[in-house]
């Protein structure tokens, strides 16, 4: 079970004899108290692979796992409809729960057997992730003051593409502009990334926000590579 949970295992399940002896609540009580104390006392093991960086619905999911862990933040909340976004942030095995909001009750469903998904259902809203986030507070899920969580969210149209990461804590995360070239109907702008007033990355892009997503990859990047 232990084992399990250290390679990123989505779900460990009870089979032939555990499923059928004379104690299968027992049985339970004892493997969810190993996935437990293995989750608190290990390091959940990687499956991204580099490759998959390069992929433009797949960075910021990666980004976003990664600079949760980074920041040690409590939780990722993803908001998504069809439960891909969640799906490309659980493929870099965070060592966190991900908090799922969607307003469609089957992608809930489907999400639950997700790798440390927590799904919940709300109405579709723009801003359904940070509204999960203060109710969720409120409740003491989080637990303790101060409370770092990271935002995934994706308001394009097409399926899986996360397009807005955001951080909803004490951790001061600011995006400047260095510089803008070109003429105004093809701009190119360079922008950098302040965690807590240091430069940690820098990314250009034909538009403000594309630049801060290249940013943030790269501030990932160099800080894994460091």
């Keep these: 079970v232990a084992n399990a949970?250290?390679?990123?295992a989505d779900v460990v399940m009870l089979s032939d004899e555990t499923a059928n002896g004379k104690y299968p609540v027992e049985t339970v009580r004892a493997m969810r108290k190993t996935i437990i104390y293995t989750q608190e006392h290990s390091e959940v093991m990687?499956?991204?692979?580099?490759?998959?960086?390069?992929?433009?619905?797949?960075?910021?999911?990666y980004t976003a796992a990664q600079l949760a862990r980074r920041i040690k933040a409590r939780a990722i909340i993803a908001e998504t409809h069809t439960g891909a976004t969640a799906i490309n942030v659980a493929a870099y095995r965070p060592n966190l729960p991900?908090?799922?909001v969607t307003?469609?009750?089957?992608?809930?469903?489907?999400?639950?057997l997700r790798y440390a998904s927590r799904p919940y259902v709300r109405p579709n809203d723009p801003n359904a992730?940070?509204?999960?986030?203060?109710?969720?507070?409120?409740?003491?899920?989080?637990?303790?003051?101060?409370?770092?969580?990271?935002?995934?969210?994706g308001h394009n149209p097409e399926p899986g593409k996360t397009d807005n990461i955001q951080v909803n804590g004490d951790v001061?995360?600011?995006?400047?502009?260095?510089?803008?070239?070109g003429p105004a109907h093809d701009k190119m702008f360079e922008v950098e990334v302040l965690v807590e007033?240091?430069?940690?990355?820098?990314?250009?892009?034909?538009?403000?926000?594309?630049?801060?997503?290249e940013a943030a990859k790269n501030a990932v990047e160099e800080g894994l590579d460091s």
């Design 5 to 8: 949970v250290i390679q990123g």
């Design 46 to 61: 990687l499956v991204e692979k580099a490759e998959m960086r390069e992929k433009t619905d797949a960075i910021l999911s």
């Design 98 to 100: 991900i908090v799922c």
């Design 103 to 112: 307003e469609d009750v089957k992608t809930a469903q489907k999400l639950a």
């Design 129 to 153: 992730a940070t509204k999960l986030a203060d109710e969720l507070k409120q409740e003491g899920y989080f637990g303790a003051d101060p409370v770092t969580v990271v935002l995934v969210s």
């Design 172 to 181: 001061d995360i600011r995006y400047q502009v260095i510089s803008e070239i």
């Design 197 to 213: 007033g240091q430069s940690l990355g820098r990314g250009q892009g034909r538009s403000k926000k594309l630049a801060e997503q």
